[in-house]
């Protein structure tokens, strides 16, 4: 390597966290839209607006098992006066009603039968007594029942014509029972992202491969690849980048033909077997920003190559983790077509002090609890950013400020969650 290449990997413009993000958003682009079977459809991300086909519901529904009947004909009813009703039929699911109601008629019916025509209201099974008359069956009645009890009117829930889904829904359970009501076997949704995902390191091993002195096995290309389907995308697993230059810009390159963008861990700080940093540097592609103001993960590192995107993360899990959370992830949803692509930021006390001082904003991995009505939040075991164990543990991000003497406990503080 030149003399002057070496002086250039240490010179980096910091950026804030919200600029890197800015700068990131101006290059994300939705992948565009596939039909899917609404079996696979689960977890998807609608692409187009879905208006309903048809009222719901599009008969008359009975909200109860009992008896349908004209309201008027209850008029008076009391158990001194009790009026009766001949039984003319029997109504259940998914039947037709044959005959109309009477003033001095109803119709056996079960919860979500037709309503037959001429009645407006169903009395509960439980408020009648059953009789047999001269061979007919009938009830009676002794109390008035109000127009519209027990029954649900065409289009109650949703009018012919609604926008029921909107474009950039994820489609969870009950956006799938919707769909199916409306008779939507197929769904247009966003194209999900592939991720190609590579590891930097000499000192990495494979998974499977027994433990020797000075190695590690490769557990963030796993983490990033639970990370990335968590987020909808489809990862790649593509092995370790060797600690040659040359090489290392090859495979990258080379994944862009396979995956939508790149995500790497490790090879990003300004050692001299830190080899992303010497990719970035004579690529052809344009780097968005190669220094962020915070901690863990400072070194993260981001770029676009033909307009596709190639990330390089800390080899430090936990700055790795916090890498994903705040610059990967967004893209994922993105590429999707979700608005909502950053975690939810809200307020809470913190449960337990936290003296460390730095000069850039720190990410901290936390647990969050309800007490006495309150939100608390409060780091969760060690902080250092090579530590793996907290990360399972953590279900927010606490934003730590710069500066300072840190942050008292009791303080209210802000935090991104994680789950939820």
Request: glycine fraction near 10%; charged fraction near 20%.
């Amino acid at each position: 390597m030149e003399k002057g290449a070496s002086v250039n990997r240490f010179r980096r413009n910091t950026v804030q966290v919200e600029e890197a993000q800015r700068r990131i958003e101006q290059h994300l682009r939705p992948l565009g839209v596939e039909q899917v079977s609404l079996e696979n459809a689960y977890g998807r991300t609608l692409a187009e607006d879905v208006f309903a086909p048809s009222h719901m519901p599009h008969f008359r529904r009975s909200g109860m098992d009992g008896f349908a009947i004209m309201s008027s004909s209850t008029k008076g009813a009391s158990p001194e006066s009790p009026v009766c009703l001949e039984v003319i039929e029997h109504i259940p699911c998914g039947f037709v009603p044959t005959k109309a109601v009477s003033p001095k008629t109803a119709s056996r019916i079960m919860t979500g039968a037709m309503v037959p025509e001429q009645a407006d209201a169903v009395i509960m099974l439980e408020m009648t007594e059953e009789s047999e008359k001269e061979g007919k069956t009938c009830i009676s009645i002794r109390k008035e029942i109000p127009a519209g009890k027990n029954l649900t009117p065409i289009g109650d829930e949703i009018t012919q014509g609604d926008c029921v889904l909107q474009k950039g829904t994820k489609i969870g359970a009950g956006e799938t029972a919707l769909l199916a009501t409306f008779g939507f076997h197929h769904v247009h949704v966003c194209k999900r992202p592939t991720i190609a995902i590579f590891a930097t390191g000499s000192e990495l091993l494979p998974v499977e491969a027994p433990l020797t002195q000075g190695k590690i096995r490769n557990s963030n290309s796993y983490m990033l690849q639970a990370l990335i389907r968590e987020a909808g995308g489809i990862p790649l697993l593509m092995g370790a980048i060797p600690d040659e230059a040359a090489k290392a810009q090859s495979l990258v390159l080379e994944a862009f033909s396979q995956a939508d963008f790149v995500v790497t861990s490790g090879g990003v700080s300004v050692g001299d077997y830190d080899i992303l940093v010497d990719l970035f540097q004579n690529w052809d592609g344009e780097m968005l920003f190669n220094k962020v103001a915070m901690r863990p993960g400072s070194p993260t590192t981001a770029g676009v190559w033909n307009e596709q995107f190639l990330f390089a993360l800390s080899g430090n899990p936990g700055a790795c983790f916090v890498g994903f959370e705040l610059f990967v992830r967004p893209v994922i949803l993105g590429m999707q077509g979700q608005s909502q692509r950053y975690r939810q930021e809200c307020t809470a006390f913190l449960g337990k002090e936290f003296s460390k001082v730095n000069a850039y904003p720190r990410y901290v991995r936390g647990k969050s609890y309800v007490s006495e009505g309150k939100l608390f939040v409060e780091p969760v075991g060690m902080d250092q950013s090579s530590v793996t164990v907290s990360i399972k543990d953590s279900d927010c991000l606490i934003k730590i400020p710069a500066g300072g003497k840190g942050v008292q406990q009791g303080e209210l503080i802000s935090a991104l969650l994680l789950k939820g």
